[in-house]
T-cell receptor, first 114, second 118 residues
Framework: DTGVSQNPRHKITKRGQNVTFRCDPISEHNRLYWYRQTLGQGPEFLTYFQNEAQLEKSRLLSDRFSAERPKGSFSTLEIQRTEQGDSAMYLC????????????FGDGTRLSIL | AQSVTQLDSQVPVFEEAPVELRCNYSSSVSVYLFWYVQYPNQGLQLLLKYLSGSTLVESINGFEAEFNKSQTSFHLRKPSVHISDTAEYFCAVSRYRAGGTSYGKLTFGQGTILTVHP
């Protein structure tokens, strides 16, 4: 069990640029989740996949955000035309999607918008 | 929709003292309950979970939480804390369907920063 891996760990970019984050879940996990965490707050749900299907998206996920999981393995989260308010920690989690299986989190990607 | 309220944003305690971190939730459907711990610049680690059965659940490092359905609470306790317990703790809920498969997403509280002083 190598855990959930997220890259990069830190991303600094100028406002208006596009950024892409990658998440590699635990290999046998069929569910993958994205959350956003701002300073002093708990994580907020963005979206999740079961295998390659995106099953739910939060209203927080504006049309500038897009997530994919093309082969049901790794996932990418892209933010287009970044804004100051996008600065946050982006967390990925995975689970087996069964009743007793909790979500396992990666260490996150911290995005800073200049 | 469900929501989670963690009643204390910060809890300072001395080493070896007992501690309670409070969590209340509201939901119109049945939920699973979780406590996660987060150390600086790291992701969240599962501390313990309540799915069904006994209302008292325990973790391997001495924490316990009790599910109280009538009070819609899931408070976290430890009888004697260590310096290494200093971290931020998050309570979370997840809805589940009648068949038991989780809807998926976790709804988190705002977190409680536990600081253990020597």
């Amino acid at each position: 069990d190598t855990g959930v891996s997220q890259n990069p760990r830190h991303k600094i970019t100028k406002r208006g640029q596009n950024v892409t984050f990658r998440c590699d879940p635990i290999s046998e996990h069929n569910r993958l989740y994205w959350y956003r965490q701002t300073l002093g707050q708990g994580p907020e749900f963005l979206t999740y996949f079961q295998n390659e299907a995106q099953l739910e998206k939060s209203r927080l996920l504006s049309d500038r955000f897009s997530a994919e999981r093309p082969k049901g393995s790794f996932s990418t989260l892209e933010i287009q035309r970044t804004e100051q308010g996008d600065s946050a920690m982006y967390l990925c989690a995975s689970s087996q999607g069964q009743v007793s299986q909790p979500q396992h989190f990666g260490d996150g990607t911290r995005l800073s918008i200049l | 929709a469900q929501s989670v309220t963690q009643l204390d944003s910060q809890v300072p305690v001395f080493e070896e003292a007992p501690v309670e971190l409070r969590c209340n939730y509201s939901s119109s459907v049945s939920v699973y309950l979780f406590w996660y711990v987060q150390y600086p610049n790291q992701g969240l680690q599962l501390l313990l979970k309540y799915l069904s059965g006994s209302t008292l659940v325990e973790s391997i490092n001495g924490f316990e939480a009790e599910f109280n359905k009538s009070q819609t609470s899931f408070h976290l306790r430890k009888p004697s804390v260590h310096i290494s317990d200093t971290a931020e703790y998050f309570c979370a809920v997840s809805r589940y369907r009648a068949g038991g498969t989780s809807y998926g997403k976790l709804t988190f509280g705002q977190g409680t920063i536990l600081t253990v002083h020597p």
